[in-house]
Structure formats: C-alpha cells, structure tokens
C-alpha cells in the first residue's frame, strides 16, 4: 500500500485479488484496484465505509484533489473507498492490448472472457474487498451506472451494505434493452429540440458540417472517419448540466476557410474516441440485457425515430444522438477495431444471466435513498421511477439539477440541494437483522420467484474462506 496526502485528505492506494469468474474463485485471477479517501483530521478514526461505485460502464473513479466535489460532505462522517471498477483504471485492464492474449483463441474466447466485467461481478468483487477490509455492512453510493450496481448489491447481496445512496441510476429491473432505448430516443430528440430553440443558429451550422461530411473523406487526428452519422453522436453531450452550451460552442465556428478546422477535427476526435473507456463501448448495451440478446439495440430501434435519419435535412434540423453504441462505432474506433468479432458476438448472447431480483427488493431492508433527474438523458425518469417504488423503503428525490452529483458540475458542499441527496434515514438494526436479510438462495421471504443461478460463498450466508464472518 502507498499512502500520501492532499490538502486536508489521506489517500491510500490499495489493490486487491479477485477472480475473474466468481463462479471459478480458484481460476485465473485479476486485480482491482481502489483508493481511500479519508479526512486528515479524523484520520485515525474508527469511521464507517463508504464506497463509491462509478458511472460508466467502463470508467475508472475519480481522482481527487483533495476535498473537492461531493468528497468534502463525505468525508465528514466516512473514510471513502473509491473503487476502480474491474477493467478500468489501475485495476487489470481489459482493452485490445491485453485481450490480443487471447486472439489466438479466437473472438469467441475475447467475448467470453468480456462477459466478466458487467455490474454483477462488480458487485461480488466489491463483497471480496469489503469483507478484507472490515466485518461490518457498508455504506454504498452509486453514480448514473454505478447506481445500477448499487441495485444488483441489493438484490443479491444486501447482508453487504448498511445504506444506500444512488444518483440519477435507478435502472429499469425488467426493462429490455428494447425498451431502454425506445426511452432514451425520446429524451434525445426532446433535448435536441430544446437546443435548437436556445440556439437557432445552430441548425445551420450543423447542417453545413452534415453537408460537407456527406461529399468528402475527412478523417479525425487518430484516423477514424468523421461521417455524418459520427458527427451526429455528438449530442452525447446534451445529457449534461451545460451540454448545450457545450454543442454550441463546438459548433460555433467549425471551419476554417473552406475547411473543417484543425480544432474541430480534434474536439470531435475527444468526443468520439474510446481510449478512456473501451469497455464503455464493448459493455453498454450489455449493461442493460437479461437473459436476451441485445442485437445492437440502439441501431435496430433508432430505425423507429426518423428525426434521426442522417438523410433528413433540408428545412429539417440535424438530430443529434445520445448515449448510444452503433456498430459503425467498433468499426470506425482504432482501439475498438481488433475487438469488432468479439463485440459482435456479444451482442448476439442470449443467455445473460439476472442483474436485479424485483423479489428481493420488494422486501429490502437496507435504508436507501435515491436522486432522480427529472430530464435525465441518460437514464430515463419513466424507468426509474417504478423501480423507486419496487424497491422497500427506497426514500427518491426528483429534481431538475442536474449539477447534483453526477449530470455537470456539482452543486457545492452545503447547499440546501447536496444535503438533501445525501440525507437517507437510518432506523437502528441489530446484527442479527442485517444478517436475517433476504440472500441469494433463499426461496421465502424475498427470495421468492425465478430461480437465479447459483452464487460464489462470498454473497451466501457461509463464512468465506477464512474472512471474517458477518
């Protein structure tokens, strides 16, 4: 372990042996790396876990300076656990680099081995580091699809987790990809609008820029193609707090002479590269499928929104997209590229396994208390809400901030908004009630429905190899 400081915080970096398949926890092995954050003052202090699970899929935590953002509040009352999900940051990445090990194989042994990284072996590795690192439940928050985990924490291993808090990721349990995206097309062709109208000027700028792409190969800085439809995704940006003053300024002057500018060759590149996050890509539509096939989801259903049609211009504003993985995407990528065979498969598997048990969480025990935006973007407000409701106890707040937590630029630590997310009520439980709670397995109370496949002994109600029990 490296521990070092920033002003007013004590970081520890910490990594930890998980195994790549829970359901092989003596096969081959990954590492999962994770930072605490704790207040200098109170670093001493016997204090509760907080753990912190990421938007993405396929992004690394934040990396802190100091007590900035939501970590100021935090850190009054926790010592924070900032995890880099399996995949991403400094734990054991999955990219092109390190799956080209297995090209040999074949994509079929890339896309097996892709299968791994998706919210329920997330949840079990972070029921592996808890039990390292204390006996007692945890407090988690989750992050858009960091609070996507959160739910499958409760679902199938609740005994894990004292609180829950989850911003602006309240999934749909039984909504299908289908059905994600039928929702999201919606929510884009609403911000568009809304775009427009702020900033009229725009649709003639995005149409010169369409116009141009349609009669010429132009190619960003790292050789993918920029084609209209590349150009479209953009709009990814219109989910944010300031995502429409970002998408105006881009656009604001995109040529130089006759020519697309250097700038806006490169500010699109930013937008459009997967470097940061491959498995973002590799993993979206992923994250939403249970026991079907995604398809390529986003591509099928965009056919039902013609607003979106590349080829419909004219009088007609450009409609930009949203949060959504095309094929061309994985084509078009250099750092996807190697991986297309293997994303292609994956969008053809049809036997992924349960995400969320409605069962479970109809009973839930665990205090929880969830911010959803009210023209969210990217998750939408009619998924989730029945899915506040499904959940026992679950205490929501519906804003339109989007600067809380996760959408833009947090709202600053104290204000009446912040404190207000954060505030979940905590009624006093025994241990023995915290251990009485529905698991996996258990076919009474909350166990109930479908039969799940069968869970590793770290999410079971057995001591785990020598761990601490809870």
């Given amino acids: 372990m490296i521990t070092f400081r920033h002003p007013g915080t004590v970081l520890t970096d910490r990594f930890f042996a998980v195994p790549l398949d829970h359901q092989r926890p003596d096969g081959e092995q990954i590492e999962v790396f994770a930072r605490e954050v704790v207040a200098a003052d109170k670093a001493d202090t016997d204090l509760p876990w907080l753990l912190f699970l990421q938007g993405g899929p396929g992004f690394g935590a934040q990396r802190p300076k100091g007590r900035d953002s939501w970590l100021n509040r935090a850190l009054e009352d926790y010592r924070v656990l900032l995890l880099d999900q399996r995949g991403t940051g400094r734990s054991s990445p999955a990219n092109r680099k390190t799956l080209a090990r297995l090209?040999?194989?074949?994509?079929?042994?890339?896309?097996?081995?892709?299968?791994?990284?998706?919210?329920?072996?997330?949840?079990?590795?972070?029921?592996?580091?808890?039990?390292?690192?204390?006996?007692?439940?945890?407090?988690?928050?989750?992050?858009?699809?960091?609070?996507?985990?959160?739910?499958?924490?409760?679902?199938?291993?609740?005994?894990g987790v004292r609180e829950a808090f989850i911003t602006g990721g309240l999934p749909g349990l039984t909504a299908t990809p289908d059905d994600v995206y039928r929702h999201t097309y919606r929510a884009v062709a609403a911000k568009n609008a809304a775009h427009y109208e702020r900033y009229p000027q725009d649709a003639d700028v995005a149409r010169r820029v369409a116009d141009y792409l349609d009669t010429r190969e132009v190619r960003l800085p790292d050789g993918?193609?920029?084609?209209?439809?590349?150009?479209?995704?953009?709009?990814?940006?219109?989910?944010?707090?300031?995502?429409?003053?970002?998408?105006h300024y881009l656009l604001e002057d995109p040529f130089a002479g006759d020519e697309l500018s250097d700038a806006f060759l490169y500010a699109m590149m930013d937008q459009l590269s997967f470097a940061s996050g491959p498995l973002y890509a590799l993993l979206h539509e992923a994250c939403y499928a249970q026991g079907c096939a995604t398809r390529w989801a986003a591509e099928r259903i965009r056919t039902e929104f013609a607003e979106f049609d590349p080829a419909v211009r004219g009088s007609t504003p450009l409609y930009f997209t949203g949060e959504m993985i095309y094929p061309w995407m994985i084509d078009a990528d250099p750092v996807l590229r190697p991986l297309r065979e293997a994303a292609g498969i994956l969008a053809e598997r049809d036997d992924w396994p349960p995400l969320y048990d409605p069962a479970r969480l109809a009973v839930n025990e665990v205090p929880a208390a969830a911010a959803v935006y009210y023209n969210d973007m990217y998750v939408d407000r009619e998924l989730s809400m029945?899915?506040?409701?499904?959940?026992?106890?679950?205490?929501?707040?519906?804003?339109?901030?989007?600067?809380?937590?996760?959408?833009?630029r947090p709202v600053p630590p104290g204000t009446v908004g912040w404190n207000r997310a954060w505030t979940v009520p905590r009624p006093q439980r025994s241990r023995r009630s915290h251990r009485a709670a529905a698991r996996p397995g258990d076919r009474g109370r909350g166990g109930g429905g479908r039969r799940h496949r069968p869970r590793p002994d770290h999410v079971r109600p057995v001591a785990h190899r020598g761990d601490v029990p809870r």
């Fill in 103 to 159: 090209a040999a194989a074949g994509p079929q042994a890339q896309a097996s081995y892709l299968t791994h990284f998706r919210a329920d072996s997330i949840v079990l590795d972070a029921e592996l580091i808890r039990r390292e690192l204390t006996g007692e439940p945890w407090s988690v928050l989750g992050q858009s699809f960091g609070g996507m985990c959160t739910v499958t924490y409760l679902s199938f291993a609740p005994h």
């Fill in 224 to 247: 993918a193609p920029l084609t209209v439809r590349a150009f479209q995704s953009a709009g990814m940006m219109l989910g944010q707090a300031d995502g429409s003053h970002a998408l």
């Fill in 386 to 408: 029945p899915t506040a409701r499904a959940i026992r106890g679950l205490r929501t707040w519906v804003t339109s901030d989007l600067t809380v937590f996760c959408r833009g």
